[in-house]
């Protein structure tokens, strides 16, 4: 029987749509021409006949006590007052007023071929004539088990009819979740310190995450699960959704005494963000979603369906340098020239010149928007660099950061009115600008003018120059962001303009890679992803904050998309002196790169980093495509980690202390993920040999822990437990798991 199927109910009274796909169903009821309800979200439920799904939908109704409202609740996956439903309300808005409660009838529910990547797809179509409005309800499901839904609300109001426009406040799509889903996960964070864990009990009443920043946020929720109480890595039932979009937006968990629990998403409107005149649409961001026993599973499905994007790197991952924390803003071919010599050396296939060559940026306080080489620092231009870099046999990379300007600079003085403000300007009233922020303000996309030179300098510069991969950076929040032509907020058009400017980009460039970066980690979501190649994790590339930082940005985003840098021995950023082992095995973990300045590196350092390239050279392909997983090690010093071979032949695991625990040793740690019936040869590994744990310092082995290691069956590994070894803290050793029968 096929674990995978989208199956349409209809008989007299019930229209239902089963999709399956991964381990995941996905049950809607469509009864009473009502917008969908979400029956069931979880858990395969195997192949059901027609009354099979009646009958689940039918056990399932509550018991209509306490309802503030005759009849039964519904609530659809926009929910409606006007279905009982007295939470959040999907769609709020009106006509200056009126038309502020909509009551929408579906007219039509069908399967639809599916976009690349995704497997189903249904598509609603509803409509409340009164208020003049229709509603398309989109909803994916990919062959990994992740579904995905946005909704379309449109005026269809007569252009004569002399009707108000209608004004979107908000528009959610939501997911429901049971009453056993009763604590939440999700993330805050802050520059330095992306994607902090933060739980709660999942109570009555609404969790609410909104980011107001205009960018993704470092402290947007990112990935928002709800779970059986202690939920883990491995354990506990979990439903996550995941809000794609990179401006204003919003994740919540609301749950009523109803007995009704749901997880939403949707934009952040401004007032009078979005008005829509007859005929015009306005489309909410997709919400992803997807369930799994454990945190790993749930990992495991937005991974694959993020590998299946049609435009998911192929290649392997190319180890990059990068010139920010080696240079900064010193650029000099001399200086950058001995620096790409010493990247090739070590084995970097990418040199990626940052902040610095353009304009009369010698820092921070000027030039964004200066897209011209700098004559000053580079008279040549780039040519002599990008031919030292061509000749060592690597891609040149270049930094950007398109969507901001300096006031002090030639842009800013040429169109004053480009720049993003609060209120409407004239030549002879400017208005006043928004607090700066890093010295720099917004470029106002939504402005067609400002836009159309963007595309061209940007399209020029990739044309003129041999550049196979852009970081493209976003280094502020959007203040007070509006189009200052007309006073009325921007950042929707900030977002949606962004998104067109790279696809226009890419479609002229298709072989140009592009990072998403944004002071650090704050622009990592699914929707920028859809159209760059990689985020970068973190301005912070300590070993011991990037633990956590690359582990918990790969809850959602697998590591191969994630930027990982191995820095300097003393981090730039929080001054800690760690050795190259631990940043190395730290980077592994992502798309390994370099950030420091290898013209001071010792022969011994380069060496030994030429080692790690070697190893990551030799690990890409699995750590790339395979699973990850994690033990749930209670002891919060240590922590294991790993990726294994989707056939579970080979395996790597990272064994991480980030500080002194109470335990001496350690006591034994499953190893999850391989197979109980395959025998595993388990053995250190190093780029040279086994990396010691502390014990073997003085001589006290752990037994096994030997170059050759042991055969050790797969269930023992998975049930007995590994001896590992004690570790200095931050420290950590890899392991390599490889099935031998
Ligand atoms: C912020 C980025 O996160 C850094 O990596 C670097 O590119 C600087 N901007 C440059 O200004």
Known sequence: MSSNGATVHTTDHLSMIHLRAGGVSLLLDLDDDRLPQVVHWGADLGELDDDGARAARDVARLQPVGNPVDGAMRVSVVPEQSAGWLGTPGLAGSRAGTDFSPSFRVHRAALEDAPAGWLHRVVVEAADPVAG????????????????????????????????????????????????????????????????????????????????????????????????????????????????????????????????????????????????????????????????????????????????????????????????????????????????????????????????????????????????????????????????????????????????????????????????????????????????????????LGNPDAAAWLLDRLDTLLTETPVAYLKWDHNRDLVEAGHRATGRPGVHDQTVATYALLDELRRRHPGVEIES???????????????????????????????????????????????????????????????????????????????????????????????????????????HTGTVVHADVVDPAYALHGVVAPDRSDAVFAWVATASSASYPVPTVTLPGLDPDGVYRLRPLGPTGPVPGIASRWGIEVPWWTPDGLEVPGVALARVGVALPVLFPERSVLLRATRVR
Request: hydrophobic content about 40%.
């Open 133 to 444: 409005l229709g509603l398309v309800v989109e909803i994916e499901q990919s062959a990994a088990g992740v579904v995905r839904q946005r909704a379309r609300v449109v005026s269809t109001v007569q252009p004569a009819a002399g009707r108000d426009p209608y004004t979107v406040d908000r528009l959610l799509v939501a997911y429901p979740v049971p009453g056993r889903a009763a604590e939440l996960l999700d993330f805050t964070g802050h520059h330095m310190r992306e994607r902090s864990p933060q739980r709660s009990p999942f109570g009555h009443g609404t969790h609410l995450r909104e980011s107001r920043r205009g960018r993704t946020g470092y402290d947007a929720a990112f990935v928002l699960a709800a779970g059986t109480p202690g939920f883990a890595h491995r354990a506990g039932e979990v439903w996550a959704v995941h809000t794609a979009w990179s401006g204003n937006h919003v994740s919540l968990a609301e749950r009523s005494y109803h007995g009704v629990g749901l997880l939403a998403g949707g934009e952040v409107l401004l007032p009078g963000e979005i008005t829509l005149d007859a005929g015009e649409t306005y489309a909410s961001p997709w919400v992803y979603g997807t369930y799994g026993t454990g945190l790993d599973e749930v990992s495991a499905r937005f991974h694959a369906t993020v590998r299946a994007r049609p435009r998911h790197p192929a290649s392997p991952r190319k180890v990059v340098v990068n010139t920010w924390e080696a240079v900064y803003f010193d650029h000099d071919l001399e200086r950058l020239t001995a620096l790409a010599r010493a990247a090739a050396r070590v084995g970097a296939e990418r040199f990626v010149l940052d902040d610095g060559w353009f304009g009369a940026r010698r820092d921070d306080r000027r030039a964004l928007g200066d897209w011209f080489v700098s004559p000053d620092v580079w008279p040549d231009g780039l040519g002599p660099l990008v031919d030292v870099v061509h000749g060592l046999g690597m891609e040149f990379g270049l930094w950007v950061e398109p969507e901001m300007v300096n006031e002090d600079s030639d842009l800013a003085r040429a169109h004053p009115e480009w720049i993003m403000g609060p209120v409407a300007s004239a030549p002879d009233a400017p208005g006043r600008l928004p607090r700066p922020a890093r010295n720099q303000q917004v470029l106002d």
């Open 517 to 623: 970066c944004s002071s650090g980690g704050g622009r990592v979501d699914l929707e920028i992803l859809e159209r760059t190649d990689r985020v970068w994790g973190s301005d912070c590339i300590d070993a011991v904050e990037r633990q956590q930082i690359q582990g918990w940005t790969n809850l959602l985003v697998p590591y191969e998309l994630v930027g990982a840098h191995v820095g300097a021995p003393v981090s730039h950023t929080t001054d800690r002196d760690l050795p190259l082992a631990f940043r190395a095995a730290t980077s592994l973990f992502g798309h390994f790169g370099i950030e420091w300045d290898l013209t001071r590196a010792s022969e011994e350092e380069l060496a030994e980093l030429g080692a790690w390239v070697d190893l990551y050279k030799e690990l890409r392909g699995l750590l």
